[in-house]
């Protein structure tokens, strides 16, 4: 079937203003993170859902973020009052049940960019 | 904390040489360890993975890694590169006891001339 899909693929906004982007991981895969990898850097562990488990929010850099999963399917991340460190990379991946040696399918990312 | 470093920033080879790109991971448990690839305009591929059992692993596109426990290393070797493989490469360790929580080294650059 389909890989991951994530739009937009380019996004230029205006600091201060809210984002949102969004995921479809594969379907039938109950596992969805969301990475962000910055110019130069690697790439940085933001969210995970599993399910209908609670999500691990551990890597969310600050309560301007967050993220949402809407019937174990698509998933939304937003980013509040958006700051120009913001600019980066988001990368969305999917995989089948989340085991800790599952191979992982990384999206295209959206190019985040905030003037 | 668990943290991968990946000492080459960059990495320039001929093609047709041979390659090496250095790993080194910090957790105190059998680490699960990826090596994932990202080609220009295309998403983060897997090459190969390492959880348990041989401790050389073989992957996709002639890439291989060897798990070394007591340098706490996984290294990526290709014997002969071919331009097609210039692409930036992460290391990553996954965290087990819960889910494939990934942590990616910052990636290594590799620069093929012909």
């Known amino acids: 079937g389909a890989g991951v899909s994530q739009s937009p693929s380019n996004k230029v906004t205006e600091k201060g203003k809210d984002v949102e982007l969004r995921c479809d991981p594969i379907s039938g895969h109950t596992a969805l993170y969301w990475y962000r990898q910055s110019l130069g850097q690697g790439l940085e562990f933001l969210i995970y859902f599993q399910g209908n488990s609670a999500p691990d929010k551990s890597g969310l850099p600050s309560d301007r973020f967050s993220a949402e999963r809407t019937g174990g399917s698509v998933s939304t991340l937003t980013i509040q009052r958006t700051q120009q460190e913001d600019s980066a990379v988001y990368l969305c991946a999917s995989s089948p049940s989340g085991g800790p040696n599952e191979k992982l399918f990384f999206g295209s990312g959206t190019q985040l960019s905030v003037l | 904390a668990q943290s991968v470093t990946q000492p080459d920033i960059h990495i320039t080879v001929s093609e047709g040489a041979s390659l090496e790109l250095r790993c080194n991971y910090s957790y105190g448990a059998t680490p699960y360890l990826f090596w994932y690839v990202q080609s220009p305009g295309q998403g983060l591929q897997l090459l190969l993975k390492y959880f348990s059992g041989d401790t050389l692993v073989q992957g996709i596109k002639g890439f291989e890694a060897e798990f070394k426990r007591s340098q706490s290393s996984f290294n990526l070797r290709k014997p002969s590169v071919h331009w097609s493989d210039a692409a930036e490469y992460f290391c990553a360790v996954g965290v087990s006891?819960?889910?494939?929580?990934?942590?990616?080294?910052?990636?290594?650059?590799?620069?093929?001339?012909p």
């Open chain 2, 97 to 113: 006891g819960g889910y494939n929580k990934l942590i990616f080294g910052a990636g290594t650059r590799l620069a093929v001339h």
